[in-house]
């Protein structure tokens, strides 16, 4: 099994029980739910195929469905947001060749790239979360409140999960 295999079983297997067990239950002000998972999306490499990618996207979707109870809420978006992956990706990058092989990060991509990458993400998924959600109540304050304070939040800690991540692989080498 190649090494990204590995890197991505991992952060599967750690991530899905995280979001469902830690961070579900950080709510601010009950409105602003932190989706790190979608970390697993973000750090999958932009050489990756569209097909492969939207599968593994599926697959994180599903985990997340089966721990949060939400029948296809979060594997509709996921899968989604896998698709657009790449093509948000070259909207602040054109590094595709330097990239190969390896996964987006501030590191490898620098810092204003990756944060308009990642706060993209988080944006695209808020809003597509919290717009199925909609269909069964729908208030429109709530929802846009909810998408901008869960997109800023999970971007911090995406940003921050990046940041910690970069700093263990910089001290092993």
Known sequence: MNQFAIRFTIAYLLLIPLQALVFDHMVLFNVAVPFVFIYLIVMLPVTLGTNVSVVLGFLAGLGMDMFADTPGMNSLSCTILAFARKPLFHLYTTMD?????????????????????????????????????????????????????????????????????????????
């Not at 998924?125 to 208030?139: D, G, K, N, P, R």
Request: proline share 3%; with cysteine.
């Open 97 to 173: 060749d330097d990239l190969a092989g390896r996964s987006p990060s501030a590191q490898t991509m620098g810092s204003a790239s990756f944060l308009k990458y990642v706060l993209t993400l988080s944006l695209c998924y808020s809003v597509l979360v919290f717009t199925i959600e909609a269909f069964q109540l729908f208030i429109p304050e709530l929802l846009l409140t909810r998408i901008v304070a869960s997109t800023l939040y999970t971007f911090l800690l995406i940003y921050t999960l990046d940041s910690l991540l970069i700093r263990r692989r910089e001290k092993r080498l």
